[in-house]
């Protein structure tokens, strides 16, 4: 259990934003993904997710995963897919932003979600790190914390932002021992706890997240790590299960949504800023990790974060 603990007092967790969505027309799209993890709670009707369709009912949660594509239906009927630049460009057809207060007196199906960053050493998403595929959670603990996070998230009361910050840490201890007390994903927590505690690897990650501008070849983490550029890779891929270069597209490509969302640099600049020196390459790559391209991501509001 004690490792348990340093994984967690290790966790730098940030609140970033929630809303309340009410159902107009039920509609799939295929290729939900944030950089963030996103956790639902329905409140009437039921959303559906991953190839097989599995129903999240009232009143339960599903957990996504930063990092994580896959298919979100939503609504209780039969949806016809729509690509996610339709769905953005049409989004009001579909779905609705509402109050916190709506929620129970609304007739229409309707949810919520919160996205929330958990980076073991600032570094590393955390629930991306275990590889798990999104699941559903059942308790009555985290429903209520859910509640209470959406209810201040809209609250001008005193301290309300402090109060946000510190419930989204609660809420990532308590999905945490969760996932502990009820067995989930055993093998893959044990692993984490491995490669957590090997230094050079901190040393890598570190160092990725400084520098995502610069040269990130595997010659250069293999200084880092102090191992030969030939085992770089393989050392890397055996304590993480992914091999570094996919790691650093997606740190990248997770600070370029973060710039879009936040800066006015020009697209060009941002390219620069997150390592890609062609502005073509850094587009395409963007639209195939995210299904949108990066100009869309700046100019929406978008309901869902797709």
Known sequence: ???????????????????????????????????????????????????????????????????????????????????????????????QSIDYAEIATSSQENFSYITFEAKVFDSVNFFASLDIPPFIIKSRKISDLIYIILEESESEAAGHERIVKALTEYLVVEITRYIIDNQLFVEKLATNITYFKDPRLIDIFTFIKENLQGDLSNKVLSNVANVSEDYVGQYFKMLTGINPQDYIEYQRMEMAVNLLRTSKKSIREIGKEVGYKDTAYFCRRFKMMFGIPAGKMRRRESLMNI
């Open 1 to 95: 259990m004690e490792d348990y603990n340093k994984i967690i007092e290790s966790l730098g967790i940030k609140y970033n934003k929630s809303k309340n969505i009410k159902i107009i027309q039920a509609v799939s799209n295929d290729n939900y993904y944030d950089v963030e993890n996103t956790i639902f709670i329905v409140h009437l009707g039921e959303l559906r997710y991953g190839a097989d369709k599995q129903k999240v009912k009232k009143g339960e949660i599903l957990l996504v995963p930063g990092g994580k594509s896959i298919s979100i239906s939503y609504g209780n009927v039969e949806a016809s897919t729509v690509t996610k630049d339709k769905l953005i460009s049409r989004k009001e057809s579909f779905l």
